[in-house]
């Protein structure tokens, strides 16, 4: 069963910045991280508890909610700047 999704505020807003091709490739990579959140690489150290997953040169960060079957879509961004 698919878990459901969460686009923060943050989210939302970087991803109206990017270029309309790569905004495209990102909702697509959202559906498929619906359907399996697991597919992404697990984070340690300060971004802990968080997962990230690779669409080009971006990275999107995001949370799973087990209990509730939900992905939190925190950020979007360039990798060079994501994790500032």
Known sequence: MPYKAA?????LRQL????????NRVLKAVDELICNP???VR??????GR????????????RID???KLVIF???????KIYE
């Open 66 to 68: 087990q209990t509730s």
């Open 38 to 40: 697991f597919l992404g």
């Open 74 to 80: 925190l950020d979007v961004d360039l990798r060079k």
């Open 43 to 48: 984070l340690r150290g300060e971004l802990g």
């Open 51 to 62: 997962w990230r997953w690779r669409v080009g040169k971006y990275r999107i960060i995001y």
């Open 7 to 11: 686009l923060t505020r943050n989210f």
């Open 16 to 23: 109206k910045k990017l270029p309309e091709n790569v905004k």
